[in-house]
């Protein structure tokens, strides 16, 4: 067989899982434990401080993601310590916290997670498993435009808030019914298909949750894609070019770049900081690539939209 081909197979297989599989059909079932042991008062939901650091190993996200720990166990580092999530709790990560994890297995209970992450109209959802010693990579994924999106993200946002607004007597209270919510919006969009939209391939969908992961990450490349996906870089930038239409060298400039547009918008990160967070070394490079695209230097764009939000 062709090598091509055969890499093709082989990628097309690994991640190409049916939506009806026993793997989805984990997930689900997971999902629906977590939502009624949130319901009942009796999911604890660990919610780590926000910290303004940028630099340092590990990544973010500009939006508050969900780990719901269904086997062994996962230690999150954050910039001032370290968690351990165990089975059946779950963790609420805020907004902008760098963070990087390890896993392993409970005894005989191999690692297994779910990850909840939404933003506008997309929301993603997988199942993980160990991939290598100590890290956690995709088993199963699915990713959903729906308008429930918007409102499991809004739902994340209030309750990663209210763990940055201290102890009430209600908070917990409060937290678990947002994550509840959530939770349950999750399983409602995984269930809803339009038949009008196009189904996207899930390893496309892969390939664009290993971006977000990675944004931050200087060595960011076509070729470091390839090999978490088990092909040549030529292959894998010609599949996602004939799929999505765009180039993925394109696709990984702009989503930097809207990152960075969030950053100057929604924090008070440093130019250079943003930078950093958006992966470029030089500062420099950075402004310029941003003017290119945005049509002003960041720092004109922040105050840009200063004024927009102060008028609004």
Not at 43 to 50: C, Q
Not at 121 to 147: D, F, N
Not at 289 to 307: E, N, S
Request: hydrophobic share 40%; charged share 15%; with cysteine.
């Amino acid at each position: 067989m062709d090598r091509r081909l055969e890499a093709s197979s082989c990628l097309q297989a690994s991640l190409d899982a049916p939506a009806n599989g026993p793997d989805a059909h984990a997930m689900r079932q997971h999902l629906g434990d977590f939502v009624q042991r949130a319901m009942a008062g009796q999911l604890r939901v660990h919610l780590p401080r926000s910290a303004q650091v940028t630099r340092g190993e590990g990544h973010f996200h500009i939006g508050p993601e969900l780990f719901l720990q269904t086997g062994g166990w996962t230690r999150f580092s954050f910039p001032y310590g370290q968690l351990t999530l165990g089975p059946g709790e779950a963790l609420l990560m805020p907004p902008q916290l760098l963070h990087h994890e390890q896993v392993g297995a409970d005894g005989p209970q191999p690692f297994a997670n779910l990850v909840v992450y939404a933003e506008a109209h997309a929301l993603t959802c997988h199942l993980a498993q160990e991939t290598q010693p100590s890290q956690p990579g995709i088993r199963h994924l699915e990713m959903r435009q729906h308008p429930q999106a918007r409102r499991i993200h809004d739902w994340l946002s209030d309750a990663a808030q209210l763990g940055q607004d201290g102890d009430t007597a209600w908070g917990p209270t409060q937290v678990q019914a947002l994550v509840a919510a959530a939770t349950a919006g999750v399983l409602l969009a995984l269930d809803t298909v339009d038949p009008q939209a196009a189904p996207e391939s899930t390893w496309i969908t892969r390939v664009r949750v290993l971006v977000q992961n990675q944004l931050g990450d200087q060595d960011l490349s076509v070729r470091g894609l390839a090999q978490q996906c088990g092909c040549t870089a030529d292959y894998l930038s010609h599949l996602f070019r004939q799929q999505t239409q765009e180039a993925l060298v394109a696709y990984i400039n702009r989503m930097r770049m809207a990152r960075a547009a969030r950053l100057l918008t929604e924090s008070a990160l440093a130019i250079k900081e943003v930078a950093w967070a958006c992966g470029f070394a030089n500062p420099s490079y950075f402004i310029h690539t941003f003017r290119a695209q945005h049509g002003q230097t960041p720092k004109a764009y922040r105050q840009t939209r200063a004024v927009v939000k102060s008028a609004a």
